[in-house]
């Protein structure tokens, strides 16, 4: 589905994220022209797309919109702050 190798590990950062069972300290790994790789307790939850602005144009997945809408913001926050 995903290939790693395109992903940086090296580069990866973490978010909080509240969800229905609690929170998940979920792994962010940052890929070439504006994407990212998700992944939870190990588990690969899926992959976001951004744009130049930081807007989502895709999310390969199958997460609710609580979800998405948490992702969205702790990335686009992340990089701002840096």
Avoid: T
């Amino acid at each position: 589905m995903f290939s790693r190798l395109n992903f940086s590990l090296q580069q990866q950062f973490h978010l909080l994220i509240h969800m229905f069972d609690g929170e998940h300290a979920m792994a962010i790994l940052p890929g070439c022209n504006g994407r990212f790789l998700v992944i939870d307790q190990g588990n690969i939850l899926g992959e976001l797309s951004f744009d130049k602005q930081f807007v989502c144009i895709s999310g390969q997945a199958d997460w609710n919109i609580h979800l998405m809408e948490q992702l969205r913001a702790g990335i686009k926050n992340y990089y701002r702050k840096s």
